[in-house]
């Protein structure tokens, strides 16, 4: 009786931690630091944080770099990364204004610009899963590629995107409903897609496997080239999505429209619990962490900090959550080896 009760303990030990924490740990933790972070930003400024204004602001703003960051995770937990979705977000707002000056009207402009973000997509798929180059090293050159046909489609010049001009995108991507900026209504309903996406369909399931070990994910038949060329697809969708919304919300699309996207959507991928080394990740984890890169510079100002403080607050959270999750993930395939 002792000898099989000694048998079935180490099982258990064995199976239910690792399921546990690879599944629910990072998003465990990420809403833990949100809300942390938060307490501390009430304690801190207490007028700006209690004012229902500010979070007005962040459900605006946010979702131009979260719904990124939420296909970006597709892509990260393959084991890859894409550096060239700002330039996507500028060129497919581009063929938008180029089709729509020609004529085509808004409805036609806006099948241009996300076939332009879904060819985008391929190109940097196709060139990193079928001839294997670093995806590090391709999305960079794609990344000038990109930027350099929309500057010279556009001749360097913007076009206005007023609410007389343009009263139906308004109302797609600037508008409220029952008072919530349509941005994060957007953004939510994304989320839902995209976590459907990840953890109910055999995609996604082929997305964790090509992520955690590409060769097991072969031999079991899984086509990677494709997992891999559809996922940076989902990114160039996203950006074009995003680089619209962004045009509108600010009644302008600029040349530069992108710039300085990079860091934050990367930061919330990162910091949202997805692995740097592929095989795990999270959309919600990315969500909850988009909103609390938003808010750190909010919250560095409004509590009397010196704004440069912000580069410096961004680092620490992105190098300390990298670190944790490098540890926690060390640790759970330890488990798994030794049923520990």
Request: proline share 4%.
């Amino acid at each position: 009786m002792s000898s099989e009760t000694t048998i079935k303990k180490p099982a258990d030990n064995r199976v239910a931690p690792p399921s546990f924490l690879r599944r629910y740990g990072s998003q465990m933790g990420i809403i833990g630091v949100g809300l942390v972070m938060w307490l501390g930003f009430v304690a801190a400024a207490p007028t700006v944080f209690t004012n229902a204004n500010i979070y007005l602001a962040f459900a605006q703003t946010t979702p131009q770099f979260g719904i990124i960051a939420i296909a970006l995770t597709f892509v990260v937990i393959t084991g890859e990364i894409d550096l060239s979705f700002p330039s996507i977000m500028a060129l497919g707002t581009a063929a938008f204004c180029l089709v729509v000056q020609a004529g085509g009207g808004w409805p036609v402009g806006l099948v241009a610009a996300f076939a332009t973000g879904a060819v985008c997509g391929w190109i940097n798929g196709a060139l990193v899963s079928y001839l294997n180059i670093p995806s590090l090293v391709i999305t960079i050159g794609t990344s000038f590629l990109f930027r350099g046909l929309e500057l010279v489609l556009m001749n360097g010049t913007g076009v206005p995107l007023t609410a007389e001009d343009y009263p139906a995108m308004h109302a797609i991507f600037r508008s409220t409903l029952f008072g919530i900026p349509i941005q994060t209504i957007w953004m939510v309903v994304i989320l839902i897609g995209a976590w459907f996406l990840l953890n109910r369909t055999r995609f996604g399931a082929h997305v964790f496997l090509v992520g955690d070990n590409p060769t097991s994910a072969r031999l079991m038949g899984i086509d990677a080239v494709s997992v891999k060329t559809r996922s940076f697809i989902l990114v160039g969708l996203m950006a074009t999505f995003s680089g619209l919304m962004t045009s509108i919300y600010g009644y302008y699309f600029w040349p530069t429209t992108g710039e300085g996207f990079l860091l934050n959507t990367i930061a919330s991928v990162f910091l949202g619990g997805t692995s740097v080394f592929g095989g795990t990740g999270s959309v919600v984890g990315t969500f909850v962490a988009s909103y609390i890169i938003g808010a750190i510079n909010a919250g560095i100002v409004s509590a009397g900090i010196n704004a440069f403080y912000t580069q410096l607050a961004f680092g620490l959270v992105i190098v300390v959550s990298v670190v944790l999750q490098t540890l926690i993930d060390r640790k759970i395939r330890r488990q798994s080896m030794t049923g520990r």
